[in-house]
């Protein structure tokens, strides 16, 4: 049984055939592939695009999505084994994941990391857990890193480029300045899927405390000697710019300050001017620009970069639905 918790795990056939599915999805988005099926979308973390086009997308199928929120609309789950169980959970994920693989033919979850310990953070044990218990197909919908975000980027370049190969561009994964520490999941799934394609990949960031995990890294390396392309890590944002084919905007916190976040603010607060701006852009190569979304206008780009013919985020929020609707066909049907 297959799940779909990070690309990584998947070949490249696999990856190539869910792309050419949801191209297929988006001519036509009507089909019968969960006719009579259904999904459990289980969110501990708030939602819009995520929640709204995995339920369309299952009912434009012929499937049906319950949501339940563990906490508001469901019950708190525990995840530790062996725990006493006298705090606020009411039930373990160990029952939790089973009965739910008796009621649906696939579960879904979207559980971000706490923030305050890496070494712990990085295990994705809310995902994993769910995974290990389950016995129907497990969907990532966000926790440490962004699977499904990936492929929709990934389908909104090959829509641009007019071609299913990537290999050659210059793809550009810049850090941009936020208010407040974010999630490293849609850079640490970027980094991946970018490396994954082919393409001439610089992660640009402000510091050396700001790369990734050594997991992801060490994926990007794997993948460029594996698919081609290349991979390495800026701090000059005029030269990674230069002749970039992608931009691809995200924030997320240095890792080495999680738990310490004021250590790490006057670091992070100098550094607003890694806003993608007119002027960068115009330093790349007709770029394209894009972002997972939601994006702080004026923060992480500018109005102008939003509003740009040059801008495909819209494009690639649409692709969720056509990526998701194809991650889905493939694990009910397995």
């Not at 994993?128 to 016995?135: I, L, N, V």
Request: hydrophobic share 45%; proline share 4%.
């Amino acid at each position: 049984m297959k799940h779909f918790l990070n690309t990584q795990d998947w070949t490249r056939a696999e990856l190539d055939a869910a792309l050419a599915q949801a191209a297929a999805f988006k001519r036509s988005k009507a089909g019968d592939q969960l006719k009579g099926k259904s999904i459990a979308l289980v969110f501990f973390n708030p939602s819009l695009r995520t929640r709204t086009s995995f339920e369309l997308g299952a009912f434009q199928l012929g499937g049906h999505a319950v949501v339940l929120q563990p906490g508001k609309d469901a019950w708190p789950i525990e995840f530790d084994v062996g725990t006493v169980m006298d705090g606020e959970a009411e039930e373990h994920i160990a029952e939790v994941a089973r009965v739910l693989s008796r009621y649906v033919d696939l579960v879904a979850v979207r559980a971000f990391p706490k923030f305050q310990d890496w070494s712990v953070d990085r295990e994705d044990r809310v995902l994993r857990a769910f995974a290990k218990y389950s016995t129907v197909p497990v969907i990532n919908l966000e926790t440490i890193t962004h699977p499904c975000q990936e492929l929709a980027h990934a389908l909104a370049l090959q829509e641009h480029f007019g071609t299913p190969d990537l290999r050659g561009k210059k793809f550009v994964l810049t850090w941009t300045y936020h208010p407040k520490p974010l999630n490293t999941a849609v850079a640490n799934s970027a980094l991946t899927i970018a490396t994954r394609m082919g393409m001439d990949v610089t992660l640009l960031c402000p510091t050396p405390e700001y790369a990734l995990d050594e997991r992801y890294l060490g994926w990007a390396r794997d993948n460029v000697a594996e698919s081609g392309g290349s991979f390495r890590m800026s701090h000059d944002i005029t030269e990674a710019y230069t002749g970039a084919d992608v931009v691809y905007a995200k924030s997320w916190g240095a890792i080495p300050f999680f738990g310490r976040w004021e250590q790490e603010k006057p670091i992070r607060d100098a550094h607003r001017h890694f806003i993608v701006d007119e002027a960068k852009m115009a330093l790349t190569n007709n770029g394209v620009f894009s972002h997972c979304l939601p994006l702080r206008r004026n923060v992480k780009a500018t109005d102008g970069v939003m509003d740009a013919p040059y801008c495909i985020a819209i494009e690639e929020a649409e692709n969720r639905l056509h990526v998701q609707k194809a991650v889905m066909a493939a694990l009910a049907n397995q």
